[in-house]
Nanobody, 126 residues
């Protein structure tokens, strides 16, 4: 059974940076497309970024383009979300999610993902 565990969240000042990690166990990362989502209080969960299986492509929400970068380290079975120039509106619980055995461009749509982590809190505040 695939399990996903996020880490790296915390409190950061506006303009600062954080790197989130999503560690996968139970399945090799080669077969997994990983997405990052976030949910702010009182709002629906929204897509942030994704990276296709085998790292063949990435996708970003307009709100984070140029500030966030998703990458993967297959040797560590881990995907990262580097978040720079953070803003108060980036405050949310961040989740990683996965689907397996599908090729092609990744999609940051909730309904595409079968496995979810427990989330990590990111707070951007002075």
């Amino acid at each position: 059974q695939l399990q996903l565990v996020e880490s790296g969240g915390g409190l950061v000042q506006p303009g600062g940076s954080l790197r989130l990690s999503c560690a996968a166990s139970g399945m090799t990362l080669d077969y997994l497309t990983i997405g990052w989502f976030r949910q702010a209080p009182g709002k629906e969960r929204e897509g942030v970024s994704c990276i296709s299986s085998r790292g063949l492509g990435t996708n970003y929400a307009d709100s984070v383009k140029g500030r966030f970068t998703v990458s993967r380290d297959n040797a560590k079975n881990t995907v990262y979300l580097q978040m720079n120039s953070l803003r108060p509106e980036d405050t949310a619980v961040y989740y990683c999610a996965a689907y397996a055995f599908r090729l092609g461009p990744c999609k940051i749509l909730l309904r595409e993902y079968d496995y979810w982590g427990q989330g990590t809190q990111v707070t951007v505040s002075s």
